[in-house]
């Protein structure tokens, strides 16, 4: 895929696009969530849903006729068609005025906030930023600008790009084990059918990773659990992440995070086995 078949004038006039989902935050998904994530934690009607936990709702249930060879809907609805096949979480930036009151009704309006394009050291790139509002009872409770990055797949004998270390020291470190069960449970609880998580034949041999990558999200919601099992009367207000590498389920992978001197942010990272990072992200503490 060159960076001439990407038609950039088709994918703008998806900027400014809007939808709006609505979804009950019940509590058998909020309990199921906790139980993948190893928490002792039991949501009843009126339990305020922890951060980044909104992502196991609002799911976009496409018809199975509707979706892709890389097992996402087809492109060119709410979100452009981007004509690259690799699709990624690149990051995202999100404020959390209240908590998501589980058994409550919610909306999430979303609107497609902006597409670019580049070429990087691997070829093209292109990124869109969606922003989302959460809203319960008339309040937001939730806003979030979420950035995805599309790009190829990877040239014969091309030079994989260098890993970037992370951290040497950090104050708070907790280590897992990924498996094809724990990426299984997390795909079901958000409706994700990307076959790169689940799916080891066409991860390696089709998009030509070593095995099952860990979700993006996943990554990002075990680093806000990590501050919370630190911190646990904290309340976050706000959390950006970035992703850097892939991690995957051949191998463990450690979340870390720092608290800063103000007493009021947290600096977090994950890293792999060999201490190459594969995600940066800070939370701010209310």
């Excluded at 800063?260 to 990072?277: F, P, S, Y």
Aim: net charge neutral; glycine share 8%; proline share 9%.
């Amino acid at each position: 895929m060159t960076s001439e078949a990407i038609d950039e004038s088709l994918l703008q006039q998806w900027v400014g696009k809007t939808e709006t989902v609505g979804a009950r935050v019940n509590a058998v998904t909020a309990n199921a969530l906790a139980a993948t994530l190893d928490r002792p934690d039991h949501f009843g009607p009126g339990a305020g849903l922890p951060p980044l936990w909104h992502w196991a709702y609002f799911w976009h249930a496409a018809p199975q006729s509707e979706l892709g060879p890389d097992g996402h809907p087809q492109r060119g609805g709410f979100l452009p068609p981007v004509p690259l096949p690799r699709r990624m979480w690149a990051g995202g930036r999100l404020s959390f005025s209240q908590p998501l009151q589980v058994e409550g009704e919610a909306t999430r309006t979303s609107q497609v906030k902006s597409v670019s394009s580049k070429n990087g050291a691997t070829g093209p790139l292109v990124f869109v930023t969606v922003r989302h509002e959460l809203a319960q009872d008339g309040a937001t409770c939730v806003t979030e600008e979420h950035d995805i990055v599309y790009r190829g797949l990877p040239q014969p004998g091309a030079a994989a790009p260098a890993p970037k270390k992370a951290p040497a020291e950090a104050a708070w470190e907790r280590t897992i084990t990924p498996d094809p069960v724990l990426l299984f449970r997390y795909s079901a609880l958000t409706f994700n059918g990307h076959r790169i998580h689940y799916d080891r034949s066409y991860v390696t041999e089709v998009e030509g990773y070593p095995g099952l990558i860990v979700h993006g999200p996943l990554i990002a919601t075990l680093l806000v659990d990590l501050v919370q099992r630190k911190l646990p009367q904290a309340r976050i207000a706000s959390f950006s992440f970035r992703a850097v590498g892939p991690l995957f389920d051949i191998e463990p992978f450690t979340v870390c995070g720092t608290p800063d001197a103000d007493g009021r942010t947290v600096r977090l990272w994950a890293k792999n086995i060999r201490g190459e990072l594969a995600m940066q992200a800070e939370a701010v503490l209310a």
